[in-house]
């Protein structure tokens, strides 16, 4: 057992940490960004200055371009770049992109990689995951997908509607699961600059984080050809699984360091804000949340390298996944909402990032399997044992 | 005992909920509404429904136009108010107008009625009150006060900065809390277009439900005749109690109405969307969260009814009032949480009004004292006896 | 809506106050009760000593010689009575005897009253209620009964094993809950001292607040004579019910007694116990455990008021009641948990009260219906509107 | 970073775990214990097989004739012993011996060790650690200490008494922590069976798993030779946390394995027993219970894993054993709450191990610095930085 880092990875920390604070943090007033996310034209900057600064796409191989991470190294540079709502853009680590190299990596054709990953790794495009449909198509439970795919010829023709699609304006490409004839699923990869895809509308969402936003996707009888189908046919549901369990774990990642930040932010609010006589973290009412706080981020840190380590001995991690998801989701959100309720007035207004990562943090209870999915999956094999 | 209703209680709910339903809930999509909050312009619709309903500032006296509403009535009306983000502007029930109309008709002249009250209860103007300072000064420990008050001949002179301040953009007046020379307080009463009254910006905040969000507000040298001292002279503190009591509870009723509007969107959303082969809410997991709603809502109102019919009483309800605003805020806020957490996406999205409320209550257990300081003065209390 | 209690309740609620206090606590010490309860003789002293004060069954009709105390009557006097483990044997409140007065009140026949209900009352004989069955029997799920019943001429012959008969060991007379033929359920009164009755065992349990303890109790073909059928054949679930809802609700008064005794007790300590320089209870993280204990008895309260006015007015109170169980098992719950912890070492020893109740209390979260058999109930209900 | 325990840990975890299940489980109900613990003759053959196994003393040093573990090693080999609340007593590595063999270790003398610590570790001998006093002394707060040594000659003689005294009761010595003249503190060894230490009595405490109980302990002006200071004079305090940051850290391992025992009895009634049509399991409000159990293991586990291995590197850790103590005493007592719960009447009885262990670990949030303590010991670390 060894909790140490290597000096490879306490290098990278440093490096990565250096960069949110000297490039990335004073950018975040930068008035390139709205209600929905950063500009497009914000995150070009925020990634050329990732990648002068060697530190884009890291998770990426090698090959590709990237920095070849595993898993645990992940655990160590997302923290990093989550520290700023900036860092993930930056860094080109954001959901979705980051789970679609990731799948990409893995199940892409050699001409498909040089067509879609590579400007993706790159920087230079942006790409969106076309799996969530509204009601009632496929929310949490992925076997209600009502988009259908037809075989026409060479062809297959997409139908139907997905829902909450983050960075889907703008994206340059996306990966659009479909249910087949037989019920299996499929994905399938398609430039976004297409008449028979529509984007409806954006959403007003609590977050702002993801550039693009979150977009309500129309397919009006979009025609894939087959060999832009990801993988193989009727391989979705199982791809989905691939992409999901170190996807959400990195969700996790980078969330830990934003809610890192929140809590410095708090304390060092409580060092310097006065009230009846001492300081506020004098105050045991106000010192107990601090240390509840601490402790929350080291579970979080503990079940995340943890969760980490078991996917890089080659295990699929399903069931470490959903346990990292609900703890940290969890754990991290109530290091925000104490934060928050530490700083008061200045907590819920504009006066520190609190109140951004309030916002942005809440949606992450709900992405990739809200907590009760999880705690669902593990009570089924509970019962299955 | 008896939890029962009056006839007039029971029609002046029924009235309230009806109005709700069919001029405000409408109107909650209007345009005229920024991040800030309603525009002054869909606040005058508003309050001419709600005028024209019979429900406009209905705590007023009869004597100046309202409807001489006990607490015990407040508690239903502001509960079936609450229910709409746009509820508590129409009835012109929204801190802190709601409270500086009972502040104004305990201690007021008539002369300074005539000037500022009726038009505040007409709804013709707003006011807001200007106490909160910016750190180092007075935040939850008032004893902090740097805003100055200086006699000079029949004048009072009034210097310091102000934060946090709802409603200030757009108000017709204010209530000013300032520290005399002796270290005791006073509270004035000043029209806000004057030059020494500079509004130096708004404040971006969680909350969106105020109309004129909140502002720093800057006093620079306000001259102010001693015939505009609200009240005596040094009883500033105690004025703030007398007004903060009862505010905060309804505080406690207007978000109860916005916690159970949550819970029912929330509800409807668990009858009909399917997951896992069944409608959510026959999940337990989703069930007992509701459940959970359901009790956090009526251990919330009981609190309310409890603390309202003690103030009925002629009690200054200190102790009930700081019970009530730690268990209804954090209550509440459970309840919204939740309602989030079980919406999924459509929770943190436009997609219905639950994360507009979530945003707007936030703020609520912060607001008029956080937790934090209530439970304190409960265990100095619980220490002494 | 009015909170205040009738003179004639506040004299009621003084009375067993100081009865408690005079006459039940100096013998909390008495060596005449061991790990399963307090001995049959302790329980004759204290029942002797209640009828002196004229407290005895206080909640049988006035005609079998009870106060005829209303629902809310008992809320105020079963809370007082609960203030000691010891109150409620005085006082002849305590399940299941309390339940089983209340039934037979309502469904025995004059000669069935004469023969079991009149001596019950007068605190000459103890009863028990044989419903609860070992796996695979009747738990949570009272339809899964595997007792039975079978018509035999002018009889009825009982077979089946009935485990955590609470008092079962020294009951006069039980009321079985056994299945027909039918599928439907029927309740009997017999005689313990049978011997087709067999007490099996006695069971250790965390609590030991009952005479008799919990135990098995195996009925070996008794028979049973028609005329000993309590109310109708077919009619045991129904009945159950009517006992249910309002047994629950005396739990929660009594245990409500019980908590604020142990918040006393750490109250106490906390004034006088020092550490790092201050009593404990001006440490804040001490003092917010007390404040948060107040208002979990508050809740508690008001939620048992509330239910038991609903009963007052003929409600079922069916809901009313489930939600108080919940709240109330889980809200006196966390006031004794906390006690304890502030007590430190004197809260698990034997040095306070708090340690015994605490023992005791764990199992009111079970008994009447688990939390989470009545979150069921209440999400089954919000599932059908 | 690595979590893999090594082919030597993996054999001595195995080798554990067989040896509580074969040879410690089945004396559970050995009648040779009662409300105070297991008896010494219960003890005796307990030590004997964990002798025979291999498994006695194993966090003694290899010279002394244990295995030498590290803190690591330790980690994995109790959690196993905890398995079984007699577990502890035959490995010989409950608290307070636990600590003792090795606070010795590291600051006794050869003839210290030679009299006293080797038949310890040989498990001959049970030994207690004399600091905690009645109010007003010390408690939470070592600096209160009443009990006073006198140097007279070659002697120290110690005057004062000793509260809940783990293992006094048929202990062969003591360390005894007195104040010296000058405000400091030291530790004395002391053989048990002399006539200035008079055990007061036995507490009854919620607890049963530590043979002798916990005692009251005076000492009447004992008289102890200079040889016999453990140590240094006057360097009491500092001893103490050399013992305690470790030792209650073992505390934390011992009580994981008891929860995980708690965790998998209540799986296994929830897979077997039905209520309302199905195993219990399959509802998910206990399903998600037993989830939630699962990750409050996981957590604990993780953080005694992190904690043990900052020990191994040298490190005092006091930080990350506050943290542990806090974080796994908290949700260790959530998973056998919970446990409970899900077990019903059977959790609350002697049916399971599960009432037991519910008695056993509620203390477990008080020994070695109640969570409060800790928070606040955080909580000043993060106002000095």
Same sequence: chains 1, 2, 3, 4.
Avoid at 17 to 39: K, M, N, T, W, Y
Avoid at 88 to 111: F, K, R
Avoid at 181 to 191: I, V
Avoid at 216 to 232: H, K, M, S
């Amino acid at each position: 057992m060894d909790f140490s880092l290597t000096p490879a990875q306490l290098e990278l920390q440093e490096r990565t940490r250096r960069f949110i604070a000297e490039e990335v943090i004073p950018l975040e007033s930068d008035p390139r960004q709205d209600s929905h996310g950063p500009s497009e034209a914000l995150r070009d900057e925020l990634v050329a200055r990732a990648r002068r600064a060697g530190l884009l796409t890291p998770h990426a191989s090698k090959e590709h371009g990237g920095l070849g991470l595993s898993h645990v190294d992940k655990a160590i540079v997302f923290e990093e770049a989550g520290y700023s709502p900036l860092g993930p853009v930056a860094l080109n680590i954001h959901a979705p992109d980051e789970g679609n190299v990731h799948l990409m990596e893995v199940v892409a054709t050699p001409s498909q990689k040089a067509r879609w990953l590579q400007p993706l790794i790159d920087g230079h495009i942006r790409s969106c995951f076309c799996m969530t449909e509204p009601s009632p198509g496929a929310g949490s439970d992925p076997s209600m997908m009502q988009t259908i795919a037809v075989r026409d010829g060479d062809h297959y023709v997409i139908t139907g509607r997905k829902w909450f699609i983050t960075g889907a304006t703008g994206a340059g490409f996306a990966i659009i699961m479909a249910r087949m004839e037989d019920g299996s699923s499929t994905m399938f990869l398609a430039d976004m600059n297409q008449p028979e895809i529509v984007i409806e509308r954006q959403i007003d969402a609590l977050d702002s984080c993801f550039t693009g936003g979150h977009g309500v996707v129309r397919f009006d009888g979009l025609r894939v050809p087959a060999e832009d189908v990801l993988g193989t046919i009727g391989e979705g549901f199982r791809y989905a699984q691939v992409r999901l369990a170190p996807a959400r774990l990195t969700h996790c990642m980078r969330w830990l360091g934003a809610a890192r930040r929140v809590h410095e932010v708090a304390t060092d609010y409580a060092r310097k804000r006065q009230a009846f006589g001492q300081p506020l973290v004098e105050h045991e009412g106000v010192g107990f949340m601090l240390a509840d706080n601490e402790m929350d981020l080291h579970v979080s840190r503990l079940t995340i390298w943890h969760c980490a380590w078991v996917l890089d001995q080659g295990d699929k991690g399903r069931h470490e996944s959903s346990v990292a998801k609900v703890l940290c989701s969890e754990a991290e959100w109530r290091v925000v909402d104490r934060s928050v309720q530490i700083l008061g007035a200045s907590g819920v207004s504009d006066e520190t990032v609190a109140a951004r990562i309030f916002r942005d943090m809440r949606a992450f209870r709900i992405y990739d399997g809200p907590s009760e999915v999880h705690r669902w999956s593990m009570a089924k094999r509970l019962a299955r044992h």
